[in-house]
Nanobody
Framework: QVQVVESGGGSVQAGGALRLSCAAS????????????MGWFRQAPGQEREGVAA????????YYADSVKGRFIISRDNTKKTLYLQMNSLKPEDTAMYYC?????????????????????WGQGTQVTVSS
């Protein structure tokens, strides 16, 4: 079992920045030879949940949605058991509830990261609101 808790959301003006954090606990990080794909998703009202970025606990590469490439950076600190999403140059269209998610153990991010159905463990979400 894996538990995840997001934090760091808030309200900013367009062009601003926020950093989201995802603290993970449970089986994840227990065995350094077993990797987990960890990702960030977002969902705006009336829209489907979309993959934003993902990275494996074992390291690179990182994956990004085209809409956030060059603006968002996903990173991880395994010693702190924390995943981050640095969001720069925020736009009003980035407004959404942001979720941290973890795929089942051993699954690589490649080919699966953008589909929420491939992720088994979810946090409660943190709201990001960007005003123009």
């Amino acid at each position: 079992q894996v538990q995840v808790v997001e934090s760091g959301g808030g309200s900013v003006q367009a062009g601003g920045a926020l950093r989201l954090s995802c603290a993970a606990s449970g089986d994840i990080y227990r065995n350094s030879y077993v990797n987990y794909c960890m990702g960030w998703f977002r969902q705006a009202p009336g829209q489907e949940r979309e993959g934003v970025a993902a990275v494996s606990t074992g390291g690179s590469p990182a994956y990004y949605a085209d809409s956030v490439k060059g603006r968002f950076i996903i990173s991880r600190d395994n010693t702190k058991k924390t995943l981050y999403l640095q969001m720069n140059s925020l736009k009003p269209e980035d407004t959404a509830m942001y979720y941290c998610a973890v795929a089942p153990r051993g699954r690589a991010c490649a080919g699966i990261w953008a589909d929420s159905n491939n992720f088994a463990y979810w946090g409660q979400g943190t709201q990001v609101t960007v005003s123009s």
